[in-house]
């Protein structure tokens, strides 16, 4: 199956510019999430996210395509200027991974009535499962935030950015073997900060 | 097969990684094993919930920082000068341009002067007017020697040493290296070896 990003990377190198505006397009929410997913914070995903795609543009005639090179370059590029990021901001200090909890509409303020009000028709979205979805969002993001970063960023690349083992090992640079152990690794790991969460829910 | 080992598998069990014999072995251990199964559903749902984390959607900014952000990037940084200079027109530019000129002649003659009046850190011996006569030299030649000097001295500029020609600056030198270790600014200065009188193999 053909590439459409490094179809699209090959007309940016031949110097249509349009091309990369829809390579944006097409990679900005999965690389925000990436890194949101990451850091733990949605406010730095952002900026961090439009520098890579910035970092990308400016070294567009080094990069070689090929077959789910595109994806690996990208998140190969995202992972560096996360963990530049992370050691920056242990020299200044932690940071809180309420931050990261999906919440647009509403404030940490709001009553229950307010919830009800503003509450859509969707059942799934209604007061209830609302704050449920809420509680059980800030688990999972804690219990990411906590894996020591070799076993999370091989994890969030498998099992929310969805590559395959082949494309993790190579944005990782791992051998596919050790990328493998690594992942199930940092499953095992999540089943286990998970636990209490899972069993009293 | 053991816990621990069982335990190594529950990815490639779950992702359908195992040949045939693997996958009986997996099983062999786990219908028995109370503590396998239990830790084997929790690793399900706990990848449920995980799969099932919200996407964070983008700000209604991302967008147009990034424009910014990459429209940045296409232009070529401008020099500093040639941004202020830029709005300018006419004699307004013209006359910048000159009070720069002048501003910078007089900055170099200060800072030459200063060097010449106290020169910190450099051991300067004056060649007597005889050892200027090198007698096995090859021909003249003009090297460029890393010296020590004082940070004021204006390393890369002959345009000031043009100036004064009379100076004395010409006769300082062999200029020898400092003894100490090399902590201060390394420049380049530019020494004149004078050309010889012997007699050279044709090479002037
Ligand atoms: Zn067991």
Redesign the interface.
Known sequence: MPDLDDELMKQCQQGDIEAFDLIVRRNQVPLVNFIARFLGNPDAAEDLAQETFVRMFKVIKRYKSGAAKFSTWMYHIASNLCKNELRNRGRRGRFFVDNVITEPSLGPESTKEDLIATAPADVSLQPGNQLERKEREHAVQSAISELPERYRLPLILRDLQELSYEEISETLILPLGTTKSRINRARLMLKDKLRSFVESS | MNCLKA??????YLEDELDYQAVKAFEAHLSPCESCRR?FA??R???D???????????T??DI??QV??AD??VEPIPFWQRVLRPLHGQTRLALSGIAVLLVMVAGTYLYQRALVKPKSVEITVAPETSRRVPFAEGRRVQWRRQQFPLAVPSREPQSLVNFPESSAFDLQPVRRSQQPQRLEQNYILQTINYTEAPTGGGL
């Open positions: 335990e190594e598998q529950f990815s490639a830790e929790l690793f749902e706990s990848l919930l995980l799969h099932q984390l919200p996407q964070i959607e983008l700000s900014e991302f920082a990034l952000r990459l990037a296409q």
